[in-house]
Nanobody
Framework: QVQLVESGGGLVRAGGSLRLSCAAS????????MGWFRHAPGKEREFVAR???????????DYADSVKGRFTISRDNAKNTVYLQMNSLKPEDTAVYYC????????????????WGQGTQVTVSS
């Protein structure tokens, strides 16, 4: 069992930055693939990024309004924490951001993850 708690969300102007954190409980954090998703009003929850258990492999969403090149996912297994550094934020990045954990290799779908946090709100003003 893994419990996840996100923090670091808030209100920021377009072009600004935020760093989200996701603290995990449990001694097996380092064995989990971790992912970040976001859920904007009127949209489906969508994949943002994921990172392998050792941090050696990262993968970012590749869709219109892509986060690739602006967001960076990282983890510190000694602190049981995964991060999402978000730069050059745009109003369309406004959403509730969730971290998720998977015992296997994760994926880009909601169904690929076993555990979820409660989310943290990110609002980007124009």
């Amino acid at each position: 069992q893994v419990q996840l708690v996100e923090s670091g969300g808030g209100l920021v102007r377009a072009g600004g930055s935020l760093r989200l954190s996701c603290a995990a409980s449990g001694r097996t954090f380092s064995s989990y693939t971790m992912g970040w998703f976001r859920h904007a009003p009127g949209k489906e929850r969508e994949f943002v990024a994921r990172i392998s258990w050792d941090g050696g492999i990262t993968y970012y969403a590749d869709y219109a309004d892509s986060v690739k090149g602006r967001f960076t996912i990282s983890r510190d297994n000694a602190k049981n924490t995964v991060y999402l550094q978000m730069n050059s934020l745009k109003p369309e990045d406004t959403a509730v951001y969730y971290c998720a954990a998977d015992k296997d290799r994760g994926g880009v779908g909601v169904q690929d993850y076993d555990y979820w946090g409660q989310g943290t709100q990110v609002t980007v003003s124009s």
